[in-house]
């Protein structure tokens, strides 16, 4: 079965950086497209950071320019660098893929920014 495994949140300054992963297992992870979206407090959830099969990728506007999506296929791993962040950053981030007619998503990993 799918199984999607976020860490690599926290607490960090305005302005600092973190790295999140995304552990998948249970599909042929080389073949399928991996996407990061996060929920604030109160919001619905969005879409942040998406990676193709392929390695092409695409951000939303609100973090072009200061994260940074990857993938490591012989780790089955796909990875969101931020830097530069800001307090508006501050939810919950998913790791998700799109299987067939089929959402799967993680559990999610909390950043928090904050002085």
């Known amino acids: 079965q799918v199984q999607l495994v976020e860490s690599g949140g926290g607490l960090v300054q305005p302005g600092g950086s973190l790295r999140l992963s995304c552990a998948a297992s249970g599909f042929p992870f080389s073949f399928y497209g991996m996407n990061w979206y996060r929920q604030a407090p109160g919001n619905e959830r969005e879409l942040v950071a998406v990676i193709s099969f392929a390695g092409s990728t695409n951000y939303a506007d609100s973090v072009r320019g200061r994260f940074t999506i990857s993938r490591d296929n012989t780790k089955n791993t796909v990875y969101l660098q931020m830097s530069s962040l800001k307090p508006e950053d501050t939810a919950v981030y998913y790791c998700?893929?799109?299987?067939?007619?089929?959402?799967?998503w993680g559990k999610g990993t909390l950043v928090t920014v904050s002085s």
């Open positions: 998700n893929i799109k299987k067939g007619q089929t959402d799967y």
